[in-house]
């Protein structure tokens, strides 16, 4: 059985910058209140006019993270896309990457698992490749929240975390049982489901209902129960984290870098503080991009790798908590 190893990491964000004054210019609220509550300084957002959205953005970070790889888009076989905001209900953004980079006819599956959509696909994507079925897999992770945030005082409370970005990794066959993604470990609990959700359109609220409503209705835009998703978040990050480690007779010790989730920076220091990490073992990048949900860990992995902060054989982490309530854990052998 092979392992699966990255070779290739791509990002991409828009160009239009949204800082915290710039939305209390729009809503009730402050820098000093968003920065305190969760570390956030300013998110991209797409701007009108452009022709970004979720598949268009990981079609740029998959060409980068194609060449960086040194491959072609001809020795892509499998695409996985995870997003919460695809460009349509149905047919998912994977099929897109396969016509936006005129591939061959490579299957193309898409993930939605929110916040932890990036960790199921990249596992996913591994067990393509452990079993042989696969050599080479384009992983995408993107999302286009501003197009679907309530930006009145009445939303602040999720409009101001969330931004608009794209990662995209390829990963390859490796024979050394030793190197690449050592293991992942996935997990959910539904019955909370409700505390971090966009109710609509469902199966109560269906198109009919939708052309027939004269009144805004709020189940469109994104409701959560933040201080409920804070302190399981804390416990669950915790307990991916030690798996993965356990796993793979790992200690805390071994940790050399750790890429969370960019959900608040605050879930990230009280991890930090509780496994004795320094600050250049974590990597965040929430203050400049905010909480870019399936995009977050693989855009901050490619970060944190263009910065030379990860070399060869350092122990990454990668962990993620989110709605669903799904989370889960990689170990990866640099």
Same mark, same amino acid.
């Not at 956030?40 to 998110?43: L, M, N, S, Y």
């Not at 975390?161 to 030793?178: H, K, P, S």
């Given at each position: 059985m092979y392992n699966s190893r990255i070779i290739g990491l791509g990002k991409y964000v828009p160009d239009h910058v949204v800082t915290n004054d710039d939305l209390s210019k729009i809503m009730d609220t402050s820098d000093e209140w968003i920065q305190e509550r969760t570390g956030?300084? $300013?998110?991209r957002w797409i701007q009108e006019g452009t022709d970004d959205t979720s598949a268009v953005m990981g079609a740029k970070a998959a060409r980068i993270a194609i060449e960086r790889a040194d491959l072609t888009k001809d020795d892509i076989d499998f695409i996985v896309f995870a997003t919460l905001s695809p460009d349509y209900y149905f047919? =998912?953004?994977g099929v897109q990457i396969q016509d936006m980079l005129d591939m061959k006819t490579v299957g193309a599956l898409d993930v939605r698992n929110q916040c932890s959509g990036f960790i199921y696909a990249i596992s996913v994507a591994d067990q393509f490749i452990k079993t042989g079925m696969y050599k080479n897999v384009l992983v995408i992770g993107a999302e286009y929240h501003s197009n679907g945030l309530d930006k009145t005082t009445r939303g602040?409370?999720?409009?101001?975390?969330? =931004? @608009? =970005?794209? &990662?995209?990794?390829? +990963? *390859?066959? $490796? $024979? @050394?049982?030793?190197? =690449?993604? +050592? !293991? *992942?470990?996935?997990? !959910? $609990? &539904?019955k909370y489901a409700d505390k971090l959700i966009v109710a609509s359109p469902s199966i109560a609220h269906w198109i009919p209902e939708i052309m027939q409503s004269p009144e805004e209705d709020v189940s469109y835009f994104p409701y959560m129960d933040g201080t409920f998703v804070f302190k399981h978040a804390v416990v669950r990050f915790s307990e991916a984290i030690m798996e993965g480690l356990m796993a793979n007779n790992l200690k805390k010790e071994n940790i050399d870098m750790l890429i969370p989730h960019q959900a608040n920076l605050r879930i990230a220091q009280f991890i930090q503080h509780k496994f004795g990490l320094r600050d250049d073992q974590v990597f965040n990048n929430i203050m400049k991009y905010g909480n870019t949900t399936a995009a977050s860990v693989i855009i901050a992995l490619t970060e944190a790798w263009e910065e030379g902060k990860i070399k060869e054989g350092d122990h990454v982490v990668l962990a993620a908590f989110g709605s669903g309530f799904t989370w889960g854990s990689a170990i990866i052998k640099w």
């Open positions: 956030i300084k $300013e998110r047919p =998912g953004c602040r409370g999720v409009t101001v975390i969330f =931004g @608009d =970005g794209a &990662g995209a990794c390829v +990963l *390859t066959r $490796e $024979e @050394d049982n030793t190197k =690449g993604i +050592l !293991s *992942t470990h996935l997990h !959910s $609990e &539904g």
